[in-house]
């Protein structure tokens, strides 16, 4: 995960965003991920909309 993020950073991308599985909330956050907007079900799964900025 690490390595895609400094490959979007060395590609000068302002962010990266993500549809993240809520169990996974932490994982994401503890990478600089922030959530954005509500959480919703996609698939039967619960998800949240998560963004990084550099």
């Known amino acids: 995960m690490t390595a895609s993020i400094d490959y979007c950073k060395n590609q000068g991308f302002p962010?990266?965003?993500?549809?993240?599985?809520?169990y996974l909330d932490r994982f994401y956050?503890?990478?600089?991920?922030?959530?954005?907007?509500?959480?919703?079900?996609?698939?039967?799964?619960?998800?949240?909309?998560m963004t990084l900025e550099f």
């Not at 962010?15 to 809520?22: E, F, G, L, P």
């Open 15 to 22: 962010s990266i965003k993500i549809s993240a599985q809520c």
């Open 29 to 49: 956050k503890d990478l600089g991920f922030m959530a954005t907007g509500e959480k919703y079900l996609e698939d039967g799964i619960p998800h949240q909309a």
